[in-house]
């Protein structure tokens, strides 16, 4: 069988990116100028922790995992992990937290090279984490707590969850308010709950146009790929609880809206329907976008992109939805439902196969460790593909082997489909 072959494509421009772009070095500037001038408290929070919380108690909030993630990308992190690994940090722990580290020790970041004038990472008077989705962050927190002598407070949730029962809710929602008095005694104000049901309303507003971004996908052919994704989701992230978040995401559900009105495919000639499953690889995301979109195949869904999607927030009920949204997240979940979970998405996207990525630098979000892909392939009779790599740390991953294999996949998918 031969694959038709395409001219290169990459990234099909969304014309909304612009404004994306703005709002985040916005986002960094306003850090920058706080972090400066002292005008305003900083928190720093894991990616999935109670931003709201935070926002609402008077803080601006940066997230270490995203600039894990720009590390990734602008391919820094592979010289600075062997910085952290000098100092005990093992090389086979999370590799945002190693490269993170290292670019501190060196005093280099890509948020100085991206935005001129800007020192990198604005210095924290508290950080914030919650275990939901690894201990690794409660680790990493802990080195800056040591580094500025200031707080790490934060929330230890239950892992490897099926059913979310009162008791998890409970006693989540009882380590977020205990938070509070922290939070208050740094920020110098008491918590304005009317403020804390503003935010966590933005916030679900922010989630509900996002899932509605990531929905799209499921259009055949698809406006949208996991690779725009993974740029796209810069605000779900970082702005979540705030109006310009808002405002970005209906920006750019109008775009892919029209997009599919007027039938553009994100991947021209979309052959193949490809879901992933796991970290992205972002020192990579270009090459393996232009490899797919040459072999006719979008990668349109993913589990990681919906890691921001919290629906179960609710301003009426802050701390308990808070609760129950940052709980019962995909990488919470026990075995059981994560297989259950994927039956719904493969039915939504109506995908031809999965990819799995096996993040060797994080195993809490690498799901084909115990039988999960095999398991899935076997009962919906579709082939997967699992891709050695890892998040941030390139030594770990082998372009030619994984060009093989994308290559040989998708034969396989075309034979199987006859196309
Ligand atoms: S989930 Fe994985 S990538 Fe994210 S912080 Fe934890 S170990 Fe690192």
Sequence with gaps: MK???????????????????????????ELDEAAKTKSRKIAWCTSVGPAELLRAAGFLVFFPENHGAMLGSTRM???????????????DICSYLTSDIGSYLKGSSPISKAYPGLAGPPRPDVLVYNTNQCR??????????REFNVPVIGIQTHRSIGEITKSHIDSISSQIKALVPTLEEISGKKLDYDELKRVVGLSRQCTD???????IGA?????????????????AVV???????VDYYKLLLTELQQRVTDGVAAVDGEKF???????????????????FAELNACVLASTYCSS?????????DPFDSMARAYTELFIVRDEAYKEKYFEAELDRYKVDGMIFHDAKTCPNNSNSRYGLHERLAKKFNMPVLVINGDLNDLRCYSEEQTRTNIEAFIEQLAEKNGR
């Design 3 to 29: 694959t038709e072959q395409r001219s290169p494509q990459t990234f099909k421009k969304i014309n909304a990116s612009k404004q994306m772009k703005e709002i985040m070095e916005l986002h960094f500037r």
């Design 77 to 91: 992190a592979t010289d600075l992990i062997p910085l952290a690994n000098a100092i005990g940090y093992s090389p």
């Design 136 to 145: 690794d962050v409660q680790d990493w927190f802990n080195f800056y707590g």
């Design 209 to 215: 146009l996002w899932k509605e971004v990531l929905r």
């Design 219 to 235: 259009h055949r052919p698809s406006p949208l790929t996991f690779f725009d994704g993974t740029i796209q989701m810069g605000p």
């Design 239 to 245: 702005l979540r609880g705030e109006q310009r978040a």
């Design 273 to 291: 329907r490809l879901y992933w499953e796991g970290m992205p690889v972002w020192g990579k995301l270009r090459e393996l976008s232009t490899q």
């Design 308 to 316: 921001w999607v919290f629906t179960a927030l609710d301003p009426d």
